[in-house]
């Protein structure tokens, strides 16, 4: 089992590493479903490549970031949970898919920030 989650997670990295940086003919293209959010927590999620993987409210590869939020309302911990989650990776919070380590090249900062804005949500 241990074999197959590496497995999995350097698949899912190097999918990860071919996507485009959102980038078309030089200029920036819109992240789709990000309209009336604040602008700069999208920019910094988009920065961090999680629109890779993620959607403000719909399900991709992994979870939207409203269904992230809407799971750990009210939880005690809860962004130190995540920032450690969406730092060092995790598997099996949301079925088989594990998500990656982000930390780095993305900095515990820009890592808290992102949290918080997605606990906001």
Do not use: Q
């Not at 030089?26 to 999208?42: N, R």
């Amino acid at each position: 089992m241990p074999k197959t989650n590496l497995i999995m997670a350097l698949a899912l990295a190097g999918a990860l590493a071919a996507c485009d940086s959102g980038k078309m003919d030089g200029k920036e293209t819109a992240i789709p479903g990000t309209e009336g959010y604040d602008p700069e927590k999208i920019e910094l999620a988009k920065k961090s490549n999680c629109f890779s993987c993620h959607a403000m409210e719909k399900k991709m590869i992994g979870p939207s970031f409203k269904d992230i939020a809407a799971k750990y309302r009210g939880m005690d911990a809860a962004e130190e949970n995540l920032v450690f989650k969406v730092a060092r990776g995790s598997s099996g919070a949301w079925g088989s898919i594990p998500m990656p380590a982000n930390s780095p090249p993305v900095t515990e900062a820009d890592i808290r920030a992102t949290v918080k804005f997605i606990l906001s949500l």
